[in-house]
C-alpha cells in the first residue's frame, strides 16, 4: 500500500473487533507482531487479532524519512521506558527506547540491515532450540526480504557488495543500499584498507567480520521506511481474516484451570478508558510484545517468580522464575569529532531551517539529498584483531563458573570468547556523521561526526520484571517496568569493561587513519589529550549508552532441561500453558553480533510457519 492510503483493516471500533470470532489473537503489533499476523492470515481457516497500544503513524515524516532517524525517539510513538540506576555507570539512568506505534520498533529504528554470524544462530541450537541455527533461520531470512540489487556503478563507487545466494528476491520488507553517501563513507573502506581490514563482500552470508557498506530497510522506489506496518499489514488489509485494534492496551491475558493444567483463552485489555476482554476460539494467544512488555504481560497474567509475582500482589498461576531474566544487551559509546566545517551533516541540516528547506524539497521532488540517508559505514571485528591474546586469555582465566542453571549459557559464552575466532564479529563500529553522544552539547556553527562502538557479546546480563505493588493494589500494565541491565556488574561486567578499554582505543586508531583524518580536525569528546586507560575507564562508565538491542527475557531452551533455565521451547510454547507462545526478540537465548530487526523478521517468519504447522495438525487430528 501506498504512504497516501487508507488502511481498512484499522477502520475497526472496538466492538466491530470484538464481533469476529478469533482463532489466534496477537499481543503486540510490532515488528514480529505484524509479520506473524500477516502470514497467519494467509490460511483462510485462521482468523486474526491484533491489539497494539500505539496508533498507526502511516503518514508521520519522522517515520517514513530515512534521514529523520531518531527524531521519534522520546516521543509519543516510544514507550520512554529507562533503566534503574545503575550503580557501574555511577548511578545513571538509561532511556531505554521501544515502539509504542502501529509496527512498534521497526518504526523507530535506524535502519540498518545485517545479521548475526553463523555460529550466534548455531549456539541456539546448542541450547536445545532444534531447528534454529543457521542453515535453519537462513530460509527465513530470506523470505521476509526483497533485496533490491544495486547497480554495477554503485558497487563500484560505494563498495556495495553482497552475494544474492543469501538474500531474498521476493518478501515482503524492502531492502536496498543508499542511493548516495555522505563524504565521510567515501573514506570508509580507504581507512579499514590502511589498516589491515579487508571489506566483506558477503556479510549476509554467516560472517559479517570486516568492513562493509550497510544494507537497510528502505524502498528504493519511494525513498522511504520499510517497516512492518507498510510491509506485512498495509498490502492485505482488505484480508477478512486479519483485524487490528490499536490504542489497545493489554492488561493481561486469561488463564483459566482445566483439570491439572492452564490454557490461555484471550486477552484483557483497554480501549479509550473501557476494560474488555477478547477470547480466542479453538486457537492460541501469541505474545508479540518484545523483550520489556512480553515478559511484563506473563507477570502481569501470573507466570514468573512467584517472589516477583507476590510483592507485585498477582496470584501465581504458573511458577517461572526465569521470566524477565536473562536480559542481554549491547552496550555503545559515542566518540565524538569536530569535523571539517564546509561538510554538510544531518545535525547542521536540522539546526539550519535554510538547509532544511532545501533538503525537504529535493527529498520530495526527487527521492534524493541527505534525507535518503542513514549511517551506512560499519566494520566488526573479534577483539583478537587489536588485542593481544595474552591479554584476551587473562580476561578470561578471571571469570568464574556460573551456577549450575546457566552452565550451558555461561559456556558458550566463554567459548566464544576464548576461541579467539575470526569469525566472530565482537565489536561493531559505525562511524556517522553528526553528533551521536547526548552527554556533549554542539557548538554553534561547528560540524562533528561520531564514532559509535557497540558491545556484541556482553557477560553482563540483567533482567525486566513488573514492580512491586504500591498502595495496596497490585500492580498494573501502567506501572513501568523494572528493567536492569546490570551494566559491567560482576565478573563477567568486569571483563566487558575491559575489552571495551581496548576497543574504545582502537576506534580512535581508525579515525587517526588517512584518508579518514583528513576531514577530522580533532577529537572532542572525550577533549583531545593523551588519555591513559583510567580516563578511558572513566570515560566509558560515565558515557555508555544502550544500544536499544535488548533480547533473552523470554528465553527459547529447548530439551529435557528446558522449562528449567528457559521459559519457551523451541515451538514457542510457554512452559506450563496450553494455547499461549511468544514470539519476538524476547525468545532469542544468547545475544548476536548484529542489528536486531532483520533476525527479528525472520523469528517472526518461523515462528508464524511453527503456529500454522501446528493448527494443522490439530485440524487433522480432529477429523
Known amino acids: 500500500m501506498g504512504s497516501n492510503e487508507l488502511n481498512s483493516s484499522l477502520d475497526l471500533s472496538v466492538e466491530d473487533f470484538l464481533s469476529h470470532r478469533f482463532t489466534h489473537v496477537i499481543v503486540g503489533g510490532g515488528t514480529a507482531g505484524l509479520t506473524v499476523a500477516a502470514r497467519l492470515a494467509e490460511d ?37 521506558f529507562e533503566t534503574t540506576p545503575q550503580p557501574e555507570f555511577g548511578g545513571r539512568k538509561l532511556p531505554f527506547p521501544r515502539g509504542k506505534v502501529l509496527g512498534g520498533t521497526s518504526a523507530l529504528n535506524f535502519m540498518t540491515w545485517n ?25 527465513f531470512f530470506k523470505k521476509s526480504e526483497h533485496f533490491h540489487r544495486p547497480s554495477v556503478e ?3 563507487l560505494h563498495r556495495s557488495y553482497h552475494n544474492e545466494k543469501f538474500h531474498g528476491a521476493g518478501g515482503l520488507l524492502q531492502t536496498a543500499y543508499s542511493s548516495q553517501y555522505g563524504v565521510s563513507h567515501q573514506h570508509w573502506h580507504a581507512t579499514m584498507k590502511r589498516i589491515g581490514i579487508d571489506t566483506n563482500k558477503s556479510h549476509l552470508s554467516g560472517s559479517n567480520v570486516g568492513c562493509w557498506t550497510s544494507l537497510t530497510s528502505v524502498d528504493p522506489l519511494t525513498r522511504e521506511r520499510s517497516y512492518s506496518a507498510n510491509a506485512y499489514l498495509s498490502p492485505f488489509s482488505n484480508r477478512p481474516n486479519l483485524h487490528v485494534l490499536t490504542e489497545a492496551t493489554v492488561q493481561n491475558l486469561v488463564l483459566e484451570r482445566e483439570e491439572e493444567k492452564w490454557i490461555a483463552k484471550g486477552a484483557c485489555f483497554t480501549h479509550s478508558g473501557a476494560e474488555y476482554v477478547v477470547p480466542v476460539t479453538r486457537g492460541e494467544v501469541i505474545l508479540c510484545g518484545g523483550s520489556v512488555s512480553s515478559s511484563q504481560i506473563l507477570e502481569l497474567s501470573g507466570v514468573g517468580s512467584p517472589e516477583i509475582l507476590g510483592a507485585a500482589g498477582i496470584e501465581v498461576k504458573v511458577g517461572n522464575p526465569n521470566v524477565g531474566e536473562h536480559l542481554q544487551e549491547h552496550m555503545m559509546t559515542a566518540m565524538v569529532f569536530e569535523i571539517d566545517p564546509s561538510i554538510t551533516t544531518m545535525e ?23 534525507l535518503t540517508t542513514v549511517p551506512s559505514s560499519v566494520a566488526y571485528l573479534p577483539f583478537s584483531f587489536f588485542t593481544p591474546i595474552s591479554r584476551l586469555s587473562s580476561l578470561v582465566s578471571s571469570l568464574p563458573d556460573s551456577s549450575p542453571q546457566q552452565q550451558h549459557r555461561h559456556y558458550i559464552l566463554l567459548n566464544r570468547f576464548g576461541s579467539f575466532d575470526q569469525r566472530l564479529g565482537q565489536i561493531e563500529y559505525n ?5 551521536y553522544n547526548p552527554y556533549f552539547p554542539s557548538e554553534p556553527g561547528k560540524r562533528y561526526a561520531t564514532m559509535l562502538m557497540m558491545l556484541q557479546y556482553p557477560f553482563s546480563a540483567g533482567s525486566i520484571h513488573i514492580p512491586p505493588a504500591s498502595n495496596r493494589n497490585p500492580t498494573s500494565v501502567n506501572d513501568k517496568p523494572v528493567i536492569d541491565p546490570k551494566y559491567f556488574a560482576g565478573p563477567g561486567g568486569k571483563v566487558d569493561l575491559a575489552t571495551m578499554i581496548e576497543s574504545q582505543k582502537f576506534g580512535e586508531q581508525i579515525c587517526k587513519t588517512k584518508p579518514l583524518a583528513d576531514i577530522i580536525v580533532k577529537r572532542v569528546f572525550p577533549p583531545e589529550q593523551e588519555v591513559e ?5 572513566t570515560w566509558i562508565r560515565n558515557t555508555t549508552l544502550t544500544d536499544w538491542h535488548p533480547v533473552g527475557t523470554c528465553s527459547m531452551v529447548g530439551g529435557r532441561k528446558g522449562r528449567e533455565v528457559g521459559v519457551v521451547d523451541e515451538r514457542l510454547r510457554v512452559f506450563g500453558v496450553e494455547g499461549l507462545r511468544v514470539c519476538d526478540a524476547s525468545v532469542m537465548p544468547l545475544q548476536i553480533s548484529a542489528h536486531l530487526q532483520a533476525t527479528v523478521y525472520a523469528i517472526a517468519e518461523k515462528g508464524a510457519e511453527i503456529i500454522k504447522e501446528d493448527w494443522r495438525a490439530r485440524k487433522r487430528k480432529a477429523l
Open 154 to 156: 554503485h558497487q563500484r
Open 348 to 370: 547542521s541540516v536540522r539546526s539550519d531551517p535554510s538547509l532544511l528547506a532545501d533538503a525537504q524539497h529535493e527529498y520530495s521532488t526527487a527521492h534524493a539529498g541527505i
Open 115 to 139: 545479521r548475526g554470524c553463523r555460529e550466534d544462530y548455531d549456539a541456539w541450537e546448542k541450547m536445545g532450540c532444534e531447528g534454529w541455527g543457521w542453515e535453519g533461520l537462513l530460509p
Open 431 to 435: 562511524f556517522d556523521l553528526s553528533n
Open 44 to 80: 483462510p481457516s485462521i482468523t486474526v487479532g491484533v491489539l497494539e497500544a500505539g496508533s498507526p503513524a502511516y503518514h508521520e515524516p519522522s517515520i517514513n524519512v530515512p534521514g529523520r532517524f531518531g527524531e521519534t525517539l522520546g516521543t509519543k510513538y516510544d514507550w520512554q
Open 533 to 537: 586507560e583510567v580516563q578511558w575507564e
